[in-house]
């Protein structure tokens, strides 16, 4: 009886663990918004990036002590206070009377999410035993990359009938259910996770070398280059997020509502690539995911800055070309499949790397990793895109990079 209790606990467990880590992904939202915040506030495409900037940079601060935190003092209650925190952050943000207060609410916003989702890789893989641990990771995955899509679809609906406060309070709500829900999250009752001696005695192979094959067998180059990877790889795709709401809205004069479907396609990517990926986990060395994952980004990179070279995305009566978006929607698709392919494989990896007791600390170097990605992308991306005065040549220069990680990860799992 209760060996039938545990699985529907540890699943309940991971239900309410992915409800508040999608507070993070949920701020795709906010790319949808951008260009409505932008008029708003008179801002240029530079500054814009202010939306951005500090509130990744105080999640990822965060981000970095409250998993330390968790290990020491209990992962769950270091996720509810986050979560008390972000649905307090989230309403005061949509209410922001100026650009400064902006700016300073969103430092407070990422720091209250930062401490929300950091726990959360570790809380998903300790529900469940050892040999599940690559499939928690799939879902919870899967799970951030759906709200990642569903965001810019949802903020067009709030923007359109809220304006662009609405991208911000709509996740109160969402944390005080998690919140709600907490006390059903019990980690401490499931089956704990055996060593590595009673492994070996089973006859299961924990060889770092074996399992994770190309990583380098524990070497520090070989981290290194794992968690280098994820901020590169998280840093090109923002592109995707960053310059195309600009080419939609500004350029092609798609409706806020149209553009955030189209924006959805690139995290629907990633979503069908997490899941793909916990099927694979079995046959492929992680090295050589990490390397088809890569090129897949780089293939959907490299598409996109083709059709926005070469396809026009309006008519020649200045209506949506619904054919060209269809399409420039499909090669967003691609590099979201490619880093959701990427993405389980290197959680997999970096929280197999450090022993156990640090599994929030290696949890939360997977949203460190993403967050630098970002700022790295927000930061110099408008830059590079002003300098080479073209979005196609900004995506193929972003597509040339990922291309090359791929092919040093593909040389190390030959």
């Known amino acids: 009886m209760l060996e039938a209790r545990a699985p529907r606990r540890a699943h309940l467990g991971l239900l309410i663990v992915c409800l508040g880590a999608i507070l993070s992904p949920l701020d795709t939202t906010v790319n949808t918004a951008f260009p409505v915040i932008g008029a708003a506030f008179s801002l240029s495409l530079r500054d814009i990036q202010w939306v951005v900037i500090p509130y990744v940079l105080a999640q990822s601060s965060v981000s970095i002590v409250a998993g330390d935190l968790g290990d020491r003092f209990g992962h769950r209650r270091v996720f509810g206070i986050g979560l008390f925190a972000c649905a307090a952050a989230h309403l005061a943000v949509a209410m922001a009377a100026d650009w400064p207060s902006m700016i300073g609410l969103r430092i407070v916003q990422g720091a209250a999410v930062g401490m929300a989702v950091a726990c959360a890789p570790a809380l998903a893989t300790l529900l469940y035993p050892p040999a599940r641990k690559t499939w928690a990771l799939a879902r919870y995955a899967a799970a951030f990359s759906a709200a990642m899509a569903a965001g810019p679809w949802i903020g067009g609906l709030l923007l359109d009938r809220f304006g662009w406060p609405g991208v911000f309070w709509f996740r109160t709500p969402i944390a005080l259910v998690a919140l709600a829900m907490l006390p059903w999250l019990r980690v401490t009752s499931l089956m704990p996770m055996p060593s590595p001696a009673a492994l070996a005695g089973s006859g299961t192979d924990v060889s770092p070398r074996a399992r994770f094959g190309g990583l380098g067998a524990l ?196």
């Not at 040093?408 to 030959?414: L, M, T, V």
């Open 219 to 414: 070497a520090e180059p070989g981290f290194a280059g794992l968690q280098a990877s994820s901020v590169a790889i998280n840093m090109a795709c923002f592109a995707n997020l960053l310059l195309v709401p600009y080419v939609l809205v500004q350029g092609a004069g798609v409706s806020i509502a149209t553009a955030g479907l189209v924006l959805s396609a690139y995290p629907s990517g990633s979503v069908l690539g997490n899941l793909v990926a916990g099927r694979l986990a079995s046959r492929l060395t992680v090295a050589r995911g990490l390397a088809i994952g890569l090129g897949l980004t780089a293939l959907g990179l490299l598409a996109t800055g083709t059709m926005l070279a070469s396809v026009p995305l309006a008519s020649t009566s200045g209506a949506p070309a619904f054919a060209a978006l269809a399409l420039l929607a499909a090669t967003m698709a691609t590099s979201g499949f490619g880093l959701g392919l990427f993405q389980v494989g290197y959680m997999d990896a970096t929280t197999s790397w450090l022993p156990i007791g640090n599994r929030g600390s290696a949890g939360n170097l997977v949203n460190v990793t993403r967050l630098l990605g970002l700022v790295a992308g927000a930061a110099g991306i408008g830059a590079m895109r002003e300098a080479l005065a073209s979005d196609a040549r900004s995506f193929f220069v972003l597509a040339a990079l990922v291309l090359l990680i791929a092919a040093s990860w593909w040389r190390r799992a030959r």
